[in-house]
């Protein structure tokens, strides 16, 4: 028994089951890479997305009488912004799950995420300088706020809030996009460009 | 809802509503200031007066304490605790 049993665990088959798992391990690799180098941009809009529907959810679920889960997902939200109440929208009377500016910031980065993906991420990026120039609005706004210089209202919140989010997506998403497809080797990239 | 009988207790003015979130933590707070010193509170539903309603709607939970001291928005316990001079 013994003897048979050293048999069975022999050089070879180490070496046979080392070959396999490298491959399993390989494929699964080029799985999962070719799945994030196609999905990347789709899969951060989705995240925003989330984000924006629970803020949009809370005084919904609210005014339904689900304040359980409304409450559940409020105090989630409090990880992404300060809920300030006197800066937040309001539906049927029952508080965003985010203040104005936060829901602007993801809400145009939703937007501007979801145009990226739809337009198959040929949407050119913004030069730097613009995006300094779009994000400064923000910056002005909500730093004299915070040092009580003076107090925003709701329609600046919004406006500087979504040029925020807007620089930043078309910044930084068809850099990622310019990135990826430099690095990668030049039969793999004809497959990504036709995606 | 009286927390003491004392002629000296703190007077607190809790203004609220219900559906609100921060309302519910800013009450969990004050019933921990309960577990510390005594207090009289009267608490106040913004909807049972137009006035009320159109003053405190995008500010509750608001807290006043003897009339001067006023919390509120997204309440911290260090500042509540603070406004009941236990820190």
Known sequence: MAIQEINNTSPHAHVTRRQTLDRVMNNAG???????????????TCALGILVFAALSVPFLSYFGLDGISKQIFFALHLVCAQIPSHSFYIFGHQLGMCERNFSIYASMFIGSLILVLSNKRIPGIP??????MILPMAIDGTTQMFGLRESTWQLRVLTGTLFGLA????ALPLIQKTILESLPAQSLDGTASN | MTKSQDQSATEVTFYTKAGCHLCEEARDMLEDIAALTTYMLTEIDIRSEAAIFEKYRY??????????TIIE???????????????
């Open chain 2, 73 to 87: 928005g997204r309440i911290e316990f260090r500042d509540l605790a603070k406004a009941f001079h236990l820190r």
């Open chain 1, 30 to 44: 080029r799985v999962i890479g070719n799945f994030l180098i196609h999905y990347w941009a789709l899969m951060i």
């Open chain 2, 59 to 68: 500010r509750i939970p608001v807290i006043i304490i003897n009339n001067d």
């Open chain 1, 168 to 171: 930043n997506v078309w910044f």
């Open chain 1, 128 to 133: 730097w300088w613009v995006w300094i120039l």
